[in-house]
């Protein structure tokens, strides 16, 4: 790829550069680094210049109004400003001209040098003038160092993918998909649509086909594999990576059509290397794993439950304590049948799916799976009340249960209420796995549930036994149950619509299509019956409570 302002914004190393103003079709290919602090420099340019400025100039207006004009006319690449030093944002004519003429201007970060951009243009050129013996040999050694320095898996493979103009996928033994990097010319979307069951590359048939070949020798250096997609074939070249007769796993490369002939040699050189990088790989994975699980067990089990103990752990695994947190809870009933094998491909399609769906930071959501529960933990920002962060918490949820469902994955919510403080994590765990369980019972037709909307709920639960409930709702409205059954009345319904019509009896004899005067009657016997004066905030109150648990009664 050209080294242009496009392929700039794509390098790992700037991230936090922003395009503020044009756009990135101005593909003029970059030929150097030019700083400018003055608008005089500008007949100095040549071609394809990047010009780099802090912006000291750039606040007289006077200075800038043909700026952009006269810099597209010396055929420079594009502009880079650091922002937030000198300006806050740029003369309106400056950014008025880029737009027309699609003249890219970066923002520079503040923390960031010119050095950094400096740097990585002059290495790419460097790298561009440079012969194919010249190149393999810097790429092998940037391959190597990536792997001997126990590098992420998603900075590896786009090493490969550049190499080979291709998509590259690296998968464990039974195609399930680890890391992958889509060539930038590839036309679709990932995941494909032949693999939709897991998080596999091919479908179930395809992988029984290709392990029965593979079990006839395990040694072949290469394996070539169409799949019918799209209207079209797509053609995959699949590397068993082997160490010591033990398959750890494969490179595939999509053969896309300007994929060099010379890849199979490549990929056979570095193949070696790779099968360290997917021991590195399996081996971090599972002590971070091991580490996590450890942790999670610890925090969601309450085995540690004093803050002394709590926050070091939280610290350890960067769990921000101090900060508001919601937990939820997911409920997936596919997932509790399935073997341990068939869970981790799961969660890491589930997980997927999370990170496609929600649009909030990395750092803003937690997420494990502890027992049978997928558990997720959202850190709120600035202060809000408990409704405003039960309404949020059953955005998300509702968010959820639709992307799932979508897929065929029936799942269920639960939401606990809103705490910060490292003591306080067990328990919103604990809120979000009773309001998924009360809440299935309270409200079977839907699939979220909240702990703050059902609180009341929760503290009878949480306070009386089943037999305690039922005493105190004898004491509250169990006379009025009885009468109606033996006099086929229908006191207790006018009650719960008096209370429903917060005591407007004019409402509540319209909602049970009575007369005023009936109205009236039924109150009196109502009175009489249970011995309560309507204007007596306590009587009132046991009554409400008693209905409360007539509902809970109803579902245990």
């Known amino acids: ?105 970066i923002d520079i970060p503040f923390s960031s040098s010119m050095d950094q951009i400096a740097n990585l243009v002059y290495r790419k050129l460097y790298e561009d003038e440079m012969d194919e013996t010249q190149r393999l040999s810097v790429l092998y050694r940037d391959i190597s160092e990536c792997v001997l320095k126990k590098q992420k898996l998603s900075k590896l493979l786009p090493l490969i993918g550049n190499a080979t103009n291709s998509s590259v996928f690296l998968t464990n033994d039974s195609f399930e998909i680890i890391e992958y990097t889509l060539h930038n010319g590839f036309p679709y979307a990932f995941p494909f649509p032949f693999c939709k069951d897991s998080y596999t590359l091919f479908s179930k048939a395809d992988i029984s086909y290709l392990k029965e070949n593979l079990s006839e020798d395990m040694h072949l250096p290469v394996i070539t594999h169409s799949v019918a997609a799209f209207d079209t074939s797509l ?49 971090l994975t599972e002590a971070e794993r091991s580490s996590r699980d450890i942790f999670f067990y610890n925090l969601l089990s309450g085995k540690v439950k004093s803050e002394q103990e709590i926050e070091p752990l939280c610290l350890q695994n960067h769990f921000d ?27 890491r399609k589930v997980f997927s799916l999370f990170d496609d769906t929600l649009e909030v930071p990395a750092d803003s959501m937690i997420r494990t799976v502890f027992q049978t529960h997928f558990v997720l933990f959202f850190y709120l920002n600035g202060k809000v009340t408990q409704k405003e962060a039960s309404a949020y918490g059953m955005q998300i949820s509702e968010k959820l249960v639709h992307v799932l469902h979508k897929k065929n ?94 005591g407007n009896i004019t409402q509540t004899a319209k909602e049970l299509f009575i007369h005023r005067n009936t109205m009236f009657y039924r109150l009196d ?15 009132m109150y046991q009554i409400r409570t008693g209905f409360y648990i007539k509902k809970l009664l109803k579902k245990y």
């Open 1 to 105: 790829m050209a080294t242009t302002v496009q392929w700039l914004l794509t390098q790992d190393t700037m991230k936090g550069f922003s395009l503020i103003a044009g756009d990135t079709s101005f593909n003029t290919a970059i030929s150097g680094i030019n700083i400018m602090d003055n608008p005089d420099t500008v007949p100095w340019l040549s071609k394809g210049a990047l010009i780099l400025s802090t912006g000291y100039f750039f606040t007289d207006e006077t200075l800038t109004e043909n700026l952009i004009q006269n810099l597209v006319e010396k055929g420079c690449s594009g502009l880079g400003i650091k922002m937030n030093r000198y300006l806050t944002e740029l003369p309106k004519s400056m950014l008025k001209q880029a737009e027309e003429l699609h003249f890219p201007i």
């Open 409 to 502: 994955i029936i799942v269920s919510i639960g939401v606990s209420k809103c705490a910060a403080g490292a003591s306080t994590i067990y328990n919103c765990y604990t809120q979000a796995l009773q309001s998924l369980e009360i809440g299935c019972l309270l409200h079977p037709k839907e699939n979220t549930f909240s702990y703050f909307t059902d609180q009341i709920y929760h503290l009878l639960v949480k306070h009386y036994t089943s037999s305690e409930l039922q005493e105190l709702y004898n004491e509250h409205l169990g006379i009025l149950e009885q009468y109606d059954k033996e006099n086929e009345s229908e006191l207790m319904l006018t009650l719960s619509t008096y209370l429903k019509c917060f």
């Open 235 to 283: 053609d995959f070249q699949i590397f068993p990576l082997a160490n010591r007769n033990t398959l750890l796993g494969f490179l595939i490369l999509l053969n896309e059509k300007d994929t060099p002939v010379d890849s199979y040699d490549f990929i056979m050189n570095i193949r070696s290397v790779l099968c360290m990088a997917l021991m590195n790989h399996t081996i």
């Open 525 to 539: 016997q109502i009175k009489s019956l249970l011995h309560i004066d309507f204007e007596n905030e306590n009587d």
């Open 321 to 347: 304590f101090k900060k508001n947190r919601l937990c939820m809870v997911l409920r997936i009933p596919e997932y509790e049948d399935m073997t341990i094998a068939k869970r981790r491909a799961f969660e």
